[in-house]
């Protein structure tokens, strides 16, 4: 970043980087009108599902009820957690590579969080009853949530990771608010300004301001453990054989961070691209998030062999059954395209060249996508659907309802990421003024 600070006036980044965000290429139009079809379309099944109820889903049958609409909330609740680790992690470290891409992954991780708390309303039937049903509110009916049920704890642990990533987001958005508030005029000025909550950039309110982040990352540093680890215990709680194992929360957490810096990646390189912010997110920005995605994969790999050690070691042969199928039975092909897609594919990054090559690195990103995806249908239809009861055994496999609804999560995710970089600065202002502004301190004091 210093390499922008002697080019580059802090007034030049304010003209740069927000001229450009008025004036996007015309693929991100495109990109937007894309998403919001896909939304469009999975609003109308979503009314259609509520007017006939859950038998419209091609697998609502016992003993698999839940296939679709769990694996897309933990595929999402997962997406969701690499914000965090970037922002608040890093941020703790004062890893400076964090300040150009935190503000979008930051943003992924709300949006993420919300795609995946329609699920389980979806899964209700009754969208409007989800919170009547989910949270323990005082009813006439003297019904309670189960306080020892996973699902519950889900609702706790969700909704406070998305509170304070909420918070934490928005409060490193004010000062930026601000600097748009102070270039526009009219009813922007007025909506930007309300929005900045009176942010004028005096001392006591720097000082506010660093207090505040630095304990909201603090807090959410734990919670990027402790989240998916109490969604895996959605399965490990069970004794379903293949979800009772204790490997399950650090293996979701390292598959939660593998999917989340991916889609990361993934995000910033259109948008880098449509909104002409190459001077800032630099390459080598995106090679450490890449040697993130590297670090995981591998954790994932390792997961994934250690998950069947321990299957065969156990000696439980209605465990060592599961996984068997998993590889060569009815549902091998989710096991090797997500096996492919999370373990060998990013291997190609290795190589500094390959890690360099923004096609390379993009398409590998989609594909750890696509493989954290089967990865969690993977884990839960192969135990799901052969439970105790072998006459109540069959086979299931995502019809056209699970299909569009998928589609449709990722229309809402890009429609929300896409008019956030539209109307919001998607790189940290003043984060970047900031770092611009020590080396010129430090020449002064050098005497230069």
């Known amino acids: 970043m210093s390499e922008i600070s002697w080019k580059r006036t802090i007034s030049d980044v304010n003209d740069e980087v927000l001229i450009n965000l008025e004036r996007p290429h015309k693929a991100f139009y495109l990109a937007l009108t894309v998403s919001i079809t896909c939304l469009l379309i999975a609003v109308g099944m979503v009314c259609y599902h509520v007017a006939v109820g859950n038998g419209m889903w091609k697998g609502f049958a016992p003993p698999a009820y839940w296939l679709v609409d769990i694996t897309n909330f933990v595929f999402w609740v997962g997406i969701g957690h690499a914000g965090t680790l970037i922002s608040a992690i890093l941020f703790l470290f004062r890893a400076q590579w964090r300040n150009t891409v935190n503000r979008s992954a930051e943003a992924m991780t709300i949006f993420a969080v919300i795609c995946a708390a ?5 899964h209700m039937g009754r969208l409007y009853l989800g919170a009547y049903w989910a949270l323990p509110l005082p009813n006439t009916n003297n019904l309670w949530v189960n306080f ?11 909704s406070t990771y998305f509170t304070i990533s ?3 987001w928005y409060i490193g958005l004010v000062p930026d608010l601000a600097s748009i508030r102070d270039r526009v005029k009219g009813v922007k000025r007025l909506v930007y300004g309300l929005m900045s909550l009176g942010w004028r950039g005096t001392a006591r309110q720097w000082h506010h301001y660093e207090t505040g982040y630095g304990f909201l990352a603090a807090l959410a540093t734990p919670l990027v453990l402790s989240v998916h680890s109490i969604v895996s215990w959605d399965f490990a709680m069970a004794l379903q054989p293949g979800w009772h194992t204790t490997i399950f929360p650090p293996y979701f957490v390292a598959g939660a961070i593998l999917s989340g810096c ?3 990646y993934t995000l910033l390189l259109p948008v880098r691209w449509m909104f002409k912010l190459e001077n800032y997110i630099r390459e080598d920005h995106l090679e450490a998030c890449i040697k993130l995605t590297l670090l995981t994969s591998t954790i994932v790999f390792y997961a994934y062999g250690i998950e069947f050690f321990v299957a065969w070691y156990s000696g439980n ?6 996984f068997e199928k998993r590889a060569v039975g009815p549902y091998a092909f989710y096991f090797w395209v997500m096996t492919f897609c999370n373990c060998f594919f990013p291997l190609v990054w290795w190589s500094k060249r390959m890690r360099y090559n923004k096609a390379v690195s993009f398409v590998v990103c989609v594909l750890i996508n696509v493989g954290m995806w089967f990865e969690r249908y993977n884990i839960i239809i192969s135990s799901l659907i052969e439970d105790f009861l072998p006459g109540s055994w069959g086979h299931a496999e995502p019809g056209l309802w699970e299909i569009g609804l998928t589609i449709g999560s990722f229309g809402l995710f890009f429609t929300f990421f896409l008019l956030f970089c539209k109307f919001f600065p998607i ?7 900031l770092i611009m502004d020590k080396p010129m301190k430090n020449s002064i004091k050098g005497g230069h």
């Open 166 to 168: 909420l918070l934490f």
């Open 148 to 158: 020892r049920s996973p699902l519950f704890w889900d609702v706790c642990a969700i």
């Open 317 to 322: 042969v209605y465990e060592w059954a599961i």
């Open 427 to 433: 790189i940290s202002l003043s984060e970047i003024k």
């Open 118 to 122: 329609v699920f389980p309303g979806i």
């Open 262 to 264: 991916a889609m990361v």
